[in-house]
């Protein structure tokens, strides 16, 4: 769940369409039949069955809506990877966090600039702190092979938005908690340099303090 510091404003209207299409994350022999996509076999269908089971319409209606919200814009009906597939709506979220930080998207119908958008975006993320693991390879958005990856990918962009200098708008995931670094007064601190550590009372000590005894007995 995506949170600013009131959530009441925020638009929580579900969509119908998720992200997904049918060919690859369905009952492949069947609505791929149907539909006249692709039927996929062997470690083709093996790879999509298990980025299928990463996927999650709730969570990508609950990015959707965050997108929404902090870019001001409000998505088409198409599902939520053709709608991201071009890298536009990307660029403009990293932007919109931190203004500038990667150059604008070319809105272009030519694939080769459409994939540079999203790698664009993901080197935003990376600058923002996504780590690395929470990134996705360009094809598991552009030829929607893994939008489970994606999502997760824009949770974490989510989260880590919480710690952009200057930036005040809707979060998703977990809240990070701040650093509540504790204080000592003077005394306090004078008091921990005379105290004698674990290691001065340990075995060390213990054996020292063994041999004077065995020297002083002989």
């Known amino acids: 769940m995506f949170a600013t510091a009131s ?3 925020l638009n929580k209207v579900a969509h119908s369409k998720q992200g997904v299409g049918t060919a690859q994350f369905t009952s492949y022999d069947e609505r791929a039949a149907a539909s006249g996509g692709e039927v996929l076999y062997g470690l083709d269908k093996e790879l999509a069955e298990k980025a299928a ?3 999650d319409p709730a969570e990508e209606n609950e990015c959707r809506m965050w997108i929404e919200n902090v ?3 409000k998505l088409g ?3 939520l990877q053709e709608e991201l597939k071009n890298g536009v709506v990307l660029c403009n979220l990293i932007n919109t966090i931190s203004p500038g930080l ?3 998207a070319k809105n272009s119908k030519m694939p080769f600039m459409q994939m540079e958008n999203i790698a664009m975006y993901l080197e935003g993320c990376s600058k923002l702190g996504v780590p690395s693991f929470s990134s996705f390879q360009t094809v598991s958005l552009y030829e929607n092979k893994d939008m489970g990856s994606v999502l997760n990918n824009i949770q974490a962009l989510g989260s880590a938005a919480q710690r952009v200098p200057g930036y ?3 979060t998703l995931g977990a809240k990070i908690a701040k ?3 504790r204080k000592f007064s003077e005394a306090q601190m004078r008091a921990g340099t ?3 550590t674990f290691l001065g009372k340990g075995s060390h000590g213990g054996a020292t303090q063994a041999c004077a005894c065995a020297c002083a007995c002989a």
């Open 7 to 9: 959530n009441k404003g």
């Open 53 to 55: 089971a990463k996927y």
């Open 71 to 73: 870019t001001g814009d």
């Open 77 to 79: 009906e198409s599902t």
């Open 102 to 104: 990667i150059k604008p």
């Open 168 to 170: 005040s708008g809707p």
């Open 179 to 181: 650093a509540a670094p």
């Open 194 to 196: 005379n105290t004698q």
